[in-house]
């Protein structure tokens, strides 16, 4: 999920998604 989060939000985002 959080890497098609990743897709949609800024790297910043992605980041804080992933952790």
């Not at 999920?1 to 992605?14: D, I, S």
Request: glycine share 6%; hydrophobic share 45%; proline share 5%.
């Amino acid at each position: 999920l959080g890497e098609a989060l990743c897709k949609v939000t800024p790297f910043v985002q992605c980041v804080s998604v992933t952790v």
